[in-house]
């Protein structure tokens, strides 16, 4: 399997003490937060009942992705957390690198975001989404924060936005338990979706573009693809051996047009600017040619469309 990002992974098993601590830490808010969540949250919306959960199509392949989901949501609770500690008593260096940290995990949830739209856009949507732009009240979250430590340097004016986010991604985590949200359809179209970003905006830098670390984007949203089609994996093999072996294949060239952008310290990869035109093509195709094969997945499934 191709290289996974140094501390993407490495934070899952160095920090496996720190998420069940943060989760006891959590539990109490979440016992209150989660019996009122569709009162309290961005997306209010009647829940599936069990019963209607289990009669969905690989309702256990569903249910294995959005767990994954939620341990990366405890990861990306940590490093928001991190993220606030650095604005308030670190370096510009330092929050700068938080920052980046924070990013991994969340581009690897964002497959589902399809589930909860309304913070998507406030965890992690960009100026051009919002009327006023830049300046407008609305506009808050990760690029937010990344106009402000990378453009504009300013610390002091991030810090409260960060405090937010840490607010938007404790109410994601409740989101993510809400397992009537979530379909295969749905999960299949988030990935050919993902796919689609990477090809098109990510691949012009406009996803970081003022951070620079478009890569570590690339990068993570093919990976929160993958995490969620491996638990239909089996089912496709059944269905067309050869289409399996030819996801698996799309997957690994796709993180190998990347990999070799990342070092071993941080999970940062190179700037997007140092990228040429050629690979970034090859980028574009390789997300293209796995996308194509995901819709084929989808249709051998049987799944309708989300």
Not at 185 to 197: I, K, L, S
Not at 283 to 306: F, M, N, P, V, W
């Amino acid at each position: 399997m191709p290289r996974a990002p140094p501390t993407g992974w490495a934070r899952r098993t160095n920090s496996a003490m720190n998420r069940i601590t943060n989760k006891q830490r959590l539990s109490s808010v979440l016992l209150l937060g989660l019996a009122s969540c569709q009162a309290t949250t961005l997306d209010s919306q009647p829940v599936a009942t069990p019963a209607a959960v289990v009669r969905q199509p690989f309702s256990n392949s569903v249910g294995h992705g959005v767990s994954n989901a939620i341990e990366r949501c405890d990861d990306l609770i940590l490093c928001v957390e991190e993220l606030l500690l650095a604005l308030e008593t670190g370096t510009l260096d330092g929050a700068c690198h938080a920052y980046a940290a924070a990013r991994a995990p969340y581009e690897e949830i964002q497959v589902l975001a399809a589930a909860f739209p309304e913070l998507d856009l406030a965890i992690d949507g960009r100026s051009s989404e919002f009327e006023a732009g830049e300046f407008d009240p609305g506009f808050r979250g990760f690029h937010r924060i990344e106009i402000l430590l990378f453009a504009r340097k300013r610390m002091g004016a991030a810090t409260p936005y960060a405090r937010q986010l840490l607010q938007d991604v404790q109410a994601l985590r409740g989101v993510l338990e809400e397992r009537g949200r979530f379909s295969a359809a749905a999960t299949f179209a988030g990935m050919q979706r993902r796919c689609m970003d990477v090809a098109t905006r990510m691949v012009s830098s406009e996803e970081e573009m003022w951070s620079n670390q478009s890569l570590l984007v690339i990068h993570h949203a093919w990976i929160g693809c993958y995490e969620q089609y491996k638990y239909f994996a089996g089912a496709v093999r059944t269905e067309d051996a050869l289409l399996a072996e030819r996801i698996d294949r799309a997957y690994r060239k796709a993180i190998e047009e990347v990999a070799g952008e990342f070092s071993s310290e941080g999970v940062e990869g190179s700037p997007f600017t140092l990228i040429d035109m050629g690979q970034r093509r090859q980028i574009a195709d390789s997300s293209l040619k796995l996308r194509g094969y995901l819709i084929q997945a989808h249709e051998a499934l049987g799944l309708k469309d989300a």
